[in-house]
């Protein structure tokens, strides 16, 4: 539980980071840190119009999706701290529900009948076929690795002792924040601020959503960003006492926000040709980290 109400606190400020440091590195004041949050409140104050030509799949889209979104942040521990759900294969859990939600906007997306919106819909679930093996080979290394199957068991046996295992660290810590950055169709996948139909992805499926559906979708964007940012943290916090890890989890926060807000100042986007051999090449760096592991382990012969 002490994780959910840490991801749900660091999302109020982590889009507002993201484009306060936009603004720094292009010479701007730029708006408040709780812009982005404002927003979405005010979006949650207006009722959603809904196209005639779209059913009850399109109402319901972003409702399924901001709740997968909930149920993946529940699985996340926090050090010492269980998620509200912990099991063995709970990673596996993660990803589908993950997943579930998905598929639900791609569908909400192909509802409204919309040639572009299922072009973005089409894009977006190419980026996260081409992600999930991924995720799967770097949890799957990690799990061979501890023994253990859940996140909570795999993050409090994760011990880094040796010079093989900080590197591994650090490329595990790169995947996940690319994988992140796929699944929220940010740069150098998707340009978010862009307005040419023909280069979108993420921002082409929601142009029919409106009012309080909108809220709930770009405010899961920001939901979604800080839990990949407690994943991460949770490579470094361990068996850390409260006074330690609290500080450091919000520390690992606003430094992947600044992170992200660095690459979308300084990186073009990809074209659109590109943009798969960019997802795959995180399962490659993934791989290397499986071979590092049965290094460590001895199991090369």
Do not use: C
């Not at 990803?95 to 919106?117: C, N, P, Q, R």
């Not at 996260?128 to 991924?134: F, H, I, V």
């Not at 559906?213 to 770009?218: K, R, S």
């Not at 919000?250 to 590109?274: D, K, T, Y």
């Amino acid at each position: 539980m002490l994780s959910l109400l840490l991801i749900l606190l660091t999302s109020l400020f982590f889009m507002g980071i993201v484009v306060r440091t936009k603004s720094i590195t292009s010479g701007r004041k730029g708006p408040g840190l709780l812009q982005p949050m404002k927003d979405v409140i005010r979006l949650w104050k207006k009722g959603a119009v809904y196209s005639r030509t779209t059913s009850f799949i399109f109402q319901l889209a972003p409702t399924v999706y901001f709740a997968s979104i909930i149920m993946a942040i529940l699985v996340v521990p926090f050090g010492q701290n269980k998620g509200f759900i912990s099991f063995d294969g709970d990673f596996i859990f993660f990803a589908y529900v993950l997943a579930l939600g998905k598929f639900f906007s791609i569908i909400g997306a192909l509802d409204t009948g919309s040639s572009f919106e299922g072009m973005g819909a089409s894009r977006e679930a190419l980026y996260s076929l081409l992600a999930e093996p991924a995720f799967f080979i770097l949890m799957g290394s990690f799990a061979l690795y501890t023994g253990h199957t859940s996140f909570y068991d795999i993050f409090t046996s994760l011990h880094f002792g040796s010079y093989i295992s900080y590197a591994l660290g650090v490329l595990a810590t790169f995947v996940l924040i690319m994988i992140a950055m796929v699944e929220n169709s940010r740069m150098p996948i998707d340009d978010p601020k862009t307005h040419l139909e023909l280069t979108m992805v993420h921002e082409v499926m929601i142009l029919d959503n409106s009012g309080f559906d909108l809220g709930l979708i770009l405010y899961g964007t920001q939901l979604k960003f800080a839990m990949y940012g407690a994943l991460i943290a949770n490579f470094f916090i361990g068996s850390s006492l409260y006074y330690f890890s609290i500080p450091l989890f919000l520390f690992v926060q606003l430094a992947f926000a600044v992170l992200v807000g660095i690459l979308e100042s300084f990186s073009a986007r990809f074209r659109m040709g590109n943009n798969p051999q960019f997802i795959f090449t995180l399962t490659s760096i993934s791989i290397l980290i499986f071979f590092g592991v049965l290094l460590i382990m001895g199991k090369f012969i």
